[in-house]
């Protein structure tokens, strides 16, 4: 591991949402790390709590919801007690998010042009004519062919692909240090997806800019990340390399979530599916969250909160049997 | 992909939700307080009314407020009090007579304009299109002239220029449900038409035109009222609220109460029944809802 | 050779988009165009492809849901084509669908008792013959008969498609329609759903046609599988051929950009380029040429036929099988920007 420093610091995140009758604690200990330039997957599925985490680094929490406790750090600069307006003036200029629907994260009412244009007026007073000028060079540096005509169109005259693409060049506007990309290309069809992906990727290498990369598909994970967050029921449960987790997974989760996935290399005769459904907030299971549906729990699983806590080669679980299972796959093989 | 929302209001328990909302929604509990008070007063007028409302006493006319009679008398002597109570349930029977026809006519040809489509739907809409396009009052009169006055040309005008509006509703809400895959599925499990439309569609819809209805008898009570001070109405000596004012208005520069206090009640009427539609749509919308 | 369950012919389904004031057609969009294929009983097959494809359209006309605006679909021996809804009610006991979208598939208003009764209801089953047959086909799909009282919002995503494949097979119909049976859920779910829909099969012999976009699921369900482009079928091949050998250059690409859950399968790609064309506007001959990395020019003037390759084995392409180039070949040409 290198000893850079971290560029992202989320540290112990617990954010509440205050319902009707409840407050739900939908983010509890939440723990993660962004170097410059990595590309660190986060993944989860409905309800794990992935997109609150990203909404809580670039600010963008409901009002109903709040930073109960922890820290996110960033680039030197402690983010949960910022002034709106501080972190007005940080996003879009040091992190940039880019989000599933890009239709409706684009003003229809707009050229896409003037949409790319706005962050450089607003955050290095552009003239309007420079901000046109270098909104074309950016829809051409992500790949939208005949940029020159298309910056004058409007997003519904735009494929969905070609708006993802928009709203990429808006997010590279103003070089920014973070991409968070949430489920930036789950919309889109495969042909357009691997399109898509590899562009995130060369952007990442000419500009040495971190991508967080949060979806629920861990095949585009794999494809991606250098290094992989995995959460369930609001929690991390495992942290690691995208080798670590890949093959040999430490938490009985991810090891159950990455059998579930039909592959399309190899006929699969049955899937190993994962009993039971997602825990909604309302109703986080005692002791590990995990365990009503793990196969191996114990009663030790149902009684115990467990803490996620370091593993050999600066990997970590939240699952108190992890050393156990690595030894024995490394005895294994 | 549809976007399942993370967090929600706990799902079971969707009734008790209603309840706490409601408590929660002044526009609702303001509106229903009037409404209640209003229906009340209706249902109990003949045993809450102090005098005959028909009594007329000659030497008590155009008494002011208070002494024996609450709110004075008019150019008869008769109490105004008692006729104001009287006249809450004219208003009301013609009100209630209105929705009943309106919404059963309006939603059977809404949805059926709606679901079916074709021919069905040219008829019906442009029907609804024509009626539209006169001014609602000047079609009343025109009924009205036709058949006479009375409280059932009353009910008769409001309701034919009262349907198209429920039955525009109908459909549009019956059109965007048609894209929901429940209805596909019961088409596709063999379920007869008539059927999706009263199983299906019916229960789904029944909370907007309910909204509607509510925040519509203010409007057709003060259409009724329009009509009754015109004198094209409900006749003498029935009291209405409209013909009251009228009467109330000849006098005004002397005897200001009868039209005021009959205004008056009018209005508590009209704003009860938007407060409890404003209230009601804030809380069957599951946009404003879920917020 | 046993008779085909279903067998479509040359199926077409062309939109109206834009009237003109007169009422007369100015644009059409053409969902399904000339599509052909059968399916024995007990077999799965599988349609696949991207957005816009004409996948749901076809399952929608096989279905009934939508009139076909030209060619035919017969099932089990009848011309089905044009039934009215009305005749087409008899047949409903057996062909199903089970959609994708657990909350919008399910009447919010009604219990599950009602919902997964319907159609038991609608073929003149007595009331206690209904909650029998309810109870027994929610535990053939792993729900709780004691639950039956509930309305769907007591239930999970998952939970709730398993209502919906309930629904389904309450009749213990020959042929079920999957449009994306699995698309909405969650990867722990959905693995979930497509080993119940596997048992089912095996337990009832059905017959499934399963749509999705999803190559994984698509392989893991089917034992032939349909590759749809721009509203015709481009390759249709037993599940191993077309994943082992596959002949078009379209599924050869869609395969290569599957994003493997794997990270020694780093895809070799073959590049894609450009999106698919509006299907208001196919571009002549080929539909795919516009995008296809070996098109020649007798790719944009002249429509391939769907052609018998080996047996049981068709594609529609001028020159199937030849090699591509793959994204590593090709990268150095392509200046990054």
């Keep these: 591991m290198s000893v850079r420093e971290p560029l992202l610091q989320v540290d112990g995140l617990t954010v509440e949402f205050a319902t009707l009758r409840h407050r739900l604690k939908v983010l509890e200990d939440v723990s993660l790390t962004v170097h410059p330039g990595e590309i660190v997957g986060l993944v989860g599925e409905s309800g794990s709590g992935k997109s609150v985490t990203a909404m809580s680094v670039m600010g963008l929490l409901p009002d109903i919801a709040g930073v109960a406790s922890g820290s996110i750090g960033f680039d030197g600069t402690e983010l949960t007690g910022l002034s709106r307006k501080a972190m007005r003036e940080m996003r879009g200029r040091d992190m940039a998010m880019i989000f599933q629907e890009p239709m409706t994260s684009l003003n229809p009412v707009h050229t896409v042009s003037f949409q790319i244009g706005e962050v450089l007026v607003e955050h290095f007073g552009a003239s309007p004519a420079q901000a046109h000028a270098k909104a074309v060079e950016l829809m051409a540096a992500v790949g939208i062919p005949d940029a020159a005509r298309r910056a004058l169109d409007y997003p519904h005259q735009l494929s969905g692909g070609m708006r993802q693409r928009v709203m990429i060049a808006m997010a590279m506007a103003c070089q920014p240090k973070l991409l968070l990309a949430d489920e930036p290309t789950t919309a889109l069809d495969v042909t357009i997806q691997a399109q898509i992906l590899d562009l995130m990727r060369s952007l990442r290498d000419q500009f040495n800019m971190a991508i967080l990369m949060i979806t629920h598909d861990l095949g585009v994970i794999a494809q991606m990340a250098e290094r992989v967050v995995v959460m369930y029921a609001g929690q991390v449960v495992e942290e690691g390399t995208a080798a670590q987790i890949f093959d040999r997974p430490a938490h009985p989760y991810t090891r159950l979530l990455i059998r579930s996935i039909p592959s399309a290399r190899h006929k699969s005769a049955r899937l190993d599916a994962i009993p039971g459904s997602t825990p909604s907030a309302h109703a986080f299971p005692q002791g590990c969250r995990f365990h009503p549906r793990c196969p191996e729990a114990v009663d030790r699983c149902r009684t115990e909160t467990q803490a996620l806590h370091g593993l050999p080669e600066g990997r970590s679980s939240r699952c108190w049997r992890s050393l156990e299972a690595l030894q024995d796959t490394v005895a294994a093989s | 992909m549809r976007q399942v929302p993370v967090i929600g209001p706990i799902r079971r328990g969707l009734q008790s939700d209603f309840a706490l909302r409601f408590r929660r929604s002044r526009n609702a509990m303001i509106g229903s307080v009037l409404v209640s008070i209003v229906l009340v007063v209706a249902i109990f007028a003949p045993w809450l009314a102090p005098y005959d409302y028909e009594q007329i006493n000659m030497l008590a006319i155009w008494r002011p407020p208070g002494g024996e009679h609450l709110l004075g008398t008019d150019a008869l002597g008769r109490d105004v009090f008692s006729r104001i109570l009287i006249g809450a349930r004219v208003s009301l029977t013609v009100a209630g007579s209105v929705l009943a026809i309106t919404l059963t006519i309006g939603v059977t040809l809404g949805m059926i304009a709606g679901y079916f489509g074709g021919w069905a739907e040219t008829i019906i809409m442009r029907t609804v299109d024509i009626i539209f396009a006169f001014p609602e009052l000047i079609l009343a009169i025109l009924v009205a002239a036709v058949l006479g006055t009375g409280t059932t040309t009353v009910i008769i005008a409001l309701s034919l220029v009262w349907w198209p509006g429920i039955a525009r509703l109908t459909r549009s809400l019956v059109l965007s449900l048609r894209e929901e895959m429940f209805v596909d599925a019961a088409i596709a499990s063999g379920t007869r038409s008539w059927r999706i439309l009263l199983r299906h569609l019916l229960p789904n819809i029944a909370s907007p035109i309910i909204v509607r209805a509510s925040v519509g008898v203010g409007f057709i009570i003060m259409a009724e009222a329009t009509l009754s001070f015109l004198g094209i109405g409900v006749q003498e000596p029935t009291p209405t609220w409209g013909g009251m004012i009228r009467d109330g208005l000849a006098a005004l520069r002397t005897d200001p109460h009868l039209a005021l206090f009959t205004s008056l009640a009018l209005a508590i009427t009209i704003i009860g029944f938007n407060l409890l539609g404003d209230g009601l749509r804030d809380l069957l919308d599951p946009k404003v809802r879920d917020q | ?337």
């Design chain 3, 1 to 337: 050779m046993t008779m085909a369950l279903l067998e479509v012919q040359d199926l077409t389904k062309e939109f109206v988009v834009e009237r003109s004031l007169l009422g007369a057609q100015r644009a059409t969009l053409r969902a399904v165009h000339n599509v052909s294929f059968k399916m024995a009983p007990g077999e799965t097959l599988g349609i696949v492809g991207e957005s816009g494809c004409g996948k749901t359209t076809l399952g929608r006309l096989i279905l009934r849901l939508l009139d076909p605006t030209g060619g035919s679909i017969r099932f089990d021996g009848q011309d089905i084509t044009h039934l009215s809804l009305r005749q087409m009610r008899g047949l409903r006991q057996d062909i199903q669908v089970v959609f994708q979208d657990p909350y919008s598939s399910l009447n919010p208003r009604l219990t599950v008792r009602a919902i997964i009764g319907e159609p038991l209801s609608n073929f003149g089953f007595s009331t206690a013959e209904i909650t029998r047959r309810v109870g027994e086909v929610m535990e053939v799909v792993g729900l709780q008969p004691d639950t039956m009282d509930r309305n769907p919002h007591a239930f999970s995503g998952g939970q709730r498609q398993r209502i919906g494949i309930a629904r389904a097979l309450a009749l213990r119909p020959k042929l079920i329609v999957c449009d994306e049976a699995v698309s909405a859920l969650d990867v722990s779910i959905q693995a979930q759903i497509l080993n119940l829909l596997a048992d089912i099969q095996q337990e009832f012999g059905l017959t499934l046609l399963f749509i999705s976009h999803n190559l994984g699921v698509i392989r893991h369900v089917s034992h032939r599988i349909a590759v749809m482009y721009l509203g015709e079928i481009v390759e249709l091949a037993t599940e191993r051929d077309l994943f082992e050998n596959p002949l078009h250059p379209y599924t050869r690409a869609l395969i290569s950009a599957v994003p493997e859950a794997d990270i020694h399968e780093r895809t070799e790609r073959v590049p894609l380029d450009g999106e698919i064309p509006s299907p208001v506007n196919p571009p002549p001959g080929c539909p795919f040429h516009t995008r296809c990395p070996i098109a020649r020019p007798r790719c944009g003037s002249d429509l391939p036929d769907y052609r018998e390759w080996s047996p049981r084995r068709m594609v529609r392409c001028h020159f199937p099988g030849e090699a591509l180039p793959t994204f590593a070949e090709t990268a150095t040409e392509r200046a990054l920007p």
